[in-house]
């Protein structure tokens, strides 16, 4: 099994930035891969960024593209989410989530994870 922690979270003026951390421990970081997804007061989760566990491959949400990126340090057991130019529409509970058993074209897909984090609350005023 894994656990994700994230940390990172909180209240920021619209155009601001924030750096999201996801600790991952208790299975081979390195070896599986991690996605950043997101949940708004009454919305569904939805995807916003994962990445593989090379780090050779990164992919985002149309929403957040340009304006947020992934990385990941296996060396530290730790995936970052760097949000810049944050908008009021990116409130909401952000949550990291780790896949091993990879099938290919589902990092979108919150059910192809198979660990998630509590989530950390990102608020970003107008």
């Known amino acids: 099994q894994v656990q994700l922690v994230e940390s990172g979270g909180g209240l920021v003026q619209a155009g601001g930035s924030l750096r999201l951390s996801c600790a991952a421990s208790?299975?081979?970081?390195?070896?599986?891969?991690t996605g950043w997804f997101r949940q708004a007061p009454g919305k569904e989760r939805e995807f916003v960024a994962a990445?593989?566990?090379?780090?050779?491959?990164?992919y985002y949400a149309d929403s957040v593209k340009g304006r947020f990126t992934i990385s990941r340090d296996n060396a530290k057991n730790t995936v970052y989410l760097q949000m810049n130019s944050l908008k009021p529409e990116d409130t909401a509970v952000y949550y990291c989530?780790?896949?091993?058993?990879?099938?290919?074209?589902?990092?979108?897909?919150?059910?192809?994870?198979?660990?998630w984090g509590q989530g950390t609350q990102v608020t970003v005023s107008s």
């Open positions: 989530a780790a896949d091993w058993d990879v099938v290919p074209n589902t990092f979108a897909k919150s059910a192809a994870y198979d660990a």
């Open positions: 208790g299975r081979t970081f390195s070896r599986y891969r």
């Open positions: 990445i593989s566990w090379s780090g050779v491959s990164t």
